[in-house]
T-cell receptor
Framework: KQEVTQIPAALSVPEGENLVLNCSFT??????LQWFRQDPGKGLTSLLL?????REQTSGRLNASLDKSSGRSTLYIAASQPGDSATYLC????????????FGKGTTLSVSS | DTGVSQDPRHKITKRGQNVTFRCDPI?????LYWYRQTLGQGPEFLTY????????KSRLLSDRFSAERPKGSFSTLEIQRTEQGDSAMYLC??????????????FGPGTRLTVL
């Protein structure tokens, strides 16, 4: 059974700092891994999706990497801004047809100005 | 707006009442998923549809829960005889899942259910 873990659970940084959020998964048989952002009381916004055959994806100040063999993914945020404050969730999709996403509990990021 | 929409955004009900939520997916998406999220947790899978067929249900989906997706378009999730433990955010997601595709899931804003 797939389990997804995110460390740390919470992170506070000053504006401008570069930071890394970690995600680990127990079953390497994944189809893809998605990173989401969730603001308080809101739905999920997809940030990056990495296919199992890929090593990384980039979008603006965000870079996500994937190492299937070690069961790890990281989300790198460059030059953090107060507007980046939110909960970041990673989710793994199994490689069998129709499998749902398995989510971690998220990392809550607070960026102070 | 061509994203996933959900209605209502908030629902407050008394224990024992029935509630129904609606999800409108992105129009060309063939897969529709329902998830439930409680405070401090990541979303947990409830059920999913391939077009109008409900193909999988989680053990979290008790007999009081039923979901439909008539004609493979919008979906409804009904909870009968609500309990306080049903209080949560109910999230809907859709994706276009075809051979060789990216299978990226897009989420709606959620319906926040409070059972008093």
């Amino acid at each position: 059974k797939q389990e997804v873990t995110q460390i740390p659970a919470a992170l506070s940084v000053p504006e401008g700092e570069n930071l890394v959020l970690n995600c680990s998964f127990t079953d390497s048989a994944i189809y893809n891994l998605q990173w989401f952002r969730q603001d308080p009381g809101k739905g999920l916004t997809s940030l990056l999706l990495i296919q199992s055959s890929q090593r990384e994806q980039t979008s603006g100040r965000l870079n996500a990497s994937l190492d299937k063999s070690s069961g790890r993914s990281t989300l790198y945020i460059a030059a953090s801004q107060p507007g980046d404050s939110a909960t970041y969730l990673c989710a793994a999709k199994g490689d069998q047809a129709g499998t749902a996403l398995i989510f971690g509990k998220g990392t809550t990021l607070s960026v102070s100005s | 707006d061509t994203g996933v929409s959900q209605d209502p955004r908030h629902k407050i009900t008394k224990r024992g009442q029935n509630v129904t939520f609606r999800c409108d997916p992105i129009s060309e998406h063939n897969r529709l998923y329902w998830y439930r999220q409680t405070l401090g947790q990541g979303p947990e899978f409830l059920t999913y549809f391939q077009n109008e067929a409900q193909l999988e249900k989680s053990r979290l989906l008790s007999d009081r829960f039923s979901a439909e997706r008539p004609k493979g378009s919008f979906s409804t999730l009904e909870i009968q005889r609500t309990e306080q433990g049903d209080s949560a955010m109910y999230l809907c997601a859709s994706s276009l899942e075809a051979s060789g595709g990216w299978y990226e899931q897009f989420f709606g804003p959620g319906t926040r259910l409070t059972v008093l």
